[in-house]
């Protein structure tokens, strides 16, 4: 009986040692897209909750998380209240690293139909705007700049376009 029980504690031992050795992250900033000013308390989330932090008053983060046994690609999602989330994934192979951000789009139906000529032959319904914000820059850190959520205010600008045509 002491003999199973001293392997199931070793066994139990060896794989909780185990979840530790490999560990992702990054730092960075995050600024907003229109007045270029850094974001503070904005949430940082790595590989879906290894690792969330906030940013501090000057924009800046620093989130690291252990991926127990295997080399994982971090994801990371960042939203504030106000802004449009954003997320990226960075990708390593040999000495390169590749990102994709997540994009994604909203269908928002306009209150009126938006006509193109005078026989009404030609109109538009509505428009898709933007869920999430998309710009970044890489130098030393990770800089990623959130865009201010306003759909009523993308919409007025598309229909607003569309008249100018």
Known sequence: MNMKLLFLSSCLLFMMSCGEFMRT?????????????????????????LDVTSTNKDGYFEVHGKT??????????????????FQIKISYSDDESSYS?????????????????SEKTSFLLGVDIEKWSQDFAISDTLTIYLTKENDKKEVEQSRDLLKLH
């Open 25 to 49: 992250g990054m730092n960075g900033k995050i600024i907003d897209k229109e007045t270029g000013k850094p974001i503070s308390d904005a949430e940082v989330n790595l590989c879906e909750g």
């Open 68 to 85: 127990g046994a295997h080399k994982i690609d971090p994801i990371v999602v960042v939203t504030k209240d106000g802004y449009k989330p």
């Open 101 to 117: 951000v997540k994009t994604e789009t909203k269908w928002i139906k306009y209150k009126d139909t938006v006509f193109f000529n």
